[in-house]
């Protein structure tokens, strides 16, 4: 009975594993590649390499990012036993920069009608000056890298040394007819039907079978979303200042707790997001010297000149913070003058406050009754006494005062107020 066990079982499992065979993956990427990009498309591709997989379609639309993070991705495309096939879509999106190499590395290529692809000359990022010799090092590397990754593919290699050398760019059907891509087409369905057949390296198992297949869907999982958020410049240099603002609350406020704690996550995850963009040193201790003026400020009469040094050291580090010529990996400037602005209008008020607050005449303690105006509740001739805020004093005076008069202190001596007739002149 084992072998007829053994053989149903198998009947019942081969149609699960047929359905199974006959599925497509399908992720969508949108945005600047980096750490989150390699590890996002990483998953996907080990994804449908366990599910058995018919393929791997990746949408894309890119601007370019990190030459590290694209080398990474390109490796796993390569290594992929799973074909992987790049799709830049939808209409209006891009494959430009480091997206372009990604795209040349793909078991094949398709495009929505409105996207381009190109661009790809090398941009330095994290340095300030290059020197022409080492920057054709670095342009003729890059040509050389995708030239063996369009061989490879069989693409257009002098075009792929063009998009690096030249920035040239294509569109969509500029694209096909330069065989740069496979094919063009309007969404998934209509890219797997016209992949059908095209053939593949003998490691990826022949030709493609993807007319018919079903397309399944994957998201990317909360933790690379939020890792996505982080590395976005903008929230980056926000988290920062917020960080800088709950520190000095829980300082001005020793005991406060929540500011402080609040404070300690936001650098913390200013700081982990730094680590995945190309930061200037020099723009991090700029900020930090600003909220030192700042602070100072509190403290020191300067007459607005610290307010003005830390308003100019925290607009040059903000835009020095991101060391990068690309647009898209530095922080913008409508986030930049907002938070400069609130920042500088609250510590100028926190200035203002406390230079009030010093310039503000005591109302309590012994300080507190100088200028106040009560009645002399005996005769006062020398020695008296006198009801003043409330509270019966025993006073002393230079004037002969009747009970009942007005009296306004003068001066202390010791633990008794000196008084006179309010209007009387000069204390004696």
């Given amino acids: 009975m084992k072998p007829v066990l053994f053989l149903t079982l198998l009947v019942c499992l081969l149609p699960l594993g047929?359905?199974?065979?006959?599925?497509?993956?399908?992720?969508?990427?949108?945005?600047?590649?980096?750490?989150?990009?390699?590890?996002?498309?990483?998953?996907?591709?080990?994804?449908?390499?366990?599910?058995?997989?018919v393929c791997l379609v990746v949408?894309?639309?890119?601007?370019?990012?990190?030459?590290?993070?694209?080398?990474?991705?390109?490796?796993?495309?390569?290594?992929?036993?799973?074909?992987?096939?790049?799709?830049?879509?939808?209409?209006?999106?891009r494959s430009a920069s480091a997206g372009v190499f990604i795209?040349?590395?793909?078991?094949?290529?398709?495009?929505?009608?409105?996207?381009?692809?190109?661009?790809?000359?090398?941009?330095?990022?994290?340095?300030?000056?290059?020197?022409?010799?080492t920057m054709d090092k670095i342009v003729n590397d890059s040509a050389s890298y995708i030239k063996s990754l369009a061989t490879k593919r069989g693409r257009n290699e002098e075009w792929a040394e063009k998009a690096v050398r030249e920035s040239a760019t294509a569109?969509?059907?500029?694209?096909?007819?330069?065989?740069?891509?496979?094919?063009?087409?309007?969404?998934?369905?209509?890219?797997?039907?016209?992949?059908?057949?095209?053939?593949?390296?003998?490691?990826?198992?022949?030709?493609?079978?993807?007319?018919?297949?079903?397309?399944?869907?994957?998201?990317?999982?909360?933790?690379?979303?939020?890792?996505?958020?982080?590395?976005n410049p903008n929230i980056a240099y926000l988290l920062l200042i917020l960080g800088f603002y709950g520190i000095f609350?829980?300082?001005?406020?020793?005991?406060?707790?929540?500011?402080?704690?609040?404070?300690?996550?936001?650098?913390?995850?200013?700081?982990?997001?730094?680590?995945?963009?190309?930061?200037?040193?020099?723009?991090?201790?700029?900020?930090?010297?600003?909220?030192?003026?700042?602070?100072?400020?509190?403290?020191?009469?300067?007459?607005?000149?610290?307010?003005?040094?830390?308003?100019?050291?925290?607009?040059?580090?903000?835009?020095?913070?991101i060391d990068s010529p690309l647009p898209f990996l530095r922080v913008s400037l409508a986030v930049i003058l907002p938070a400069v602005i609130a920042t500088a209008a609250f510590f100028a008020f926190a200035a203002g406050a406390g230079l009030r607050a010093q310039r503000r005449k005591p109302v309590t303690g012994r300080e507190g009754l100088l200028g106040q105006r009560g009645t002399a509740t005996t005769d006062i001739d020398g020695i008296g006494q006198?009801?003043?805020?409330?509270?019966?004093?025993?006073?002393?005076?230079?004037d002969r005062i009747g009970k009942g008069e007005e009296v306004e202190v003068v001066s202390l001596e010791g633990l008794k107020p000196v008084v006179r007739r309010p209007g009387s002149g000069m204390e004696s």
């Fill in 59 to 93: 949408e894309i639309d890119t601007p370019g990012g990190l030459d590290t993070s694209m080398r990474k991705i390109i490796q796993d495309i390569l290594a992929s036993k799973v074909p992987v096939i790049i799709y830049v879509h939808p209409s209006g999106a």
């Fill in 103 to 133: 795209a040349m590395s793909a078991d094949a290529v398709g495009m929505t009608p409105g996207t381009s692809i190109g661009a790809a000359h090398p941009v330095m990022i994290g340095q300030t000056e290059v020197d022409d010799e």
């Fill in 249 to 321: 609350f829980e300082l001005s406020n020793p005991g406060s707790i929540f500011p402080g704690v609040l404070g300690a996550i936001f650098l913390v995850l200013a700081f982990f997001s730094f680590q995945m963009l190309p930061i200037s040193y020099a723009g991090v201790l700029l900020i930090l010297l600003a909220v030192a003026f700042f602070v100072t400020e509190i403290w020191v009469t300067s007459g607005g000149l610290l307010t003005i040094g830390g308003v100019v050291a925290m607009f040059f580090g903000s835009l020095m913070l």
């Fill in 171 to 231: 569109t969509a059907e500029e694209a096909l007819e330069l065989g740069i891509i496979d094919v063009i087409a309007d969404d998934v369905r209509e890219l797997l039907d016209e992949l059908d057949g095209l053939k593949m390296d003998d490691m990826k198992g022949g030709p493609l079978e993807t007319a018919g297949v079903s397309i399944r869907r994957f998201e990317m999982g909360f933790r690379l979303r939020l890792l996505s958020v982080l590395s």
């Fill in 386 to 398: 006198a009801f003043i805020r409330g509270e019966l004093w025993t006073v002393k005076s230079a």
């Fill in 18 to 53: 047929a359905i199974h065979a006959s599925e497509a993956h399908v992720v969508e990427f949108e945005g600047t590649i980096g750490p989150v990009a390699s590890k996002f498309i990483a998953e996907a591709i080990a994804r449908a390499e366990l599910d058995g997989a």
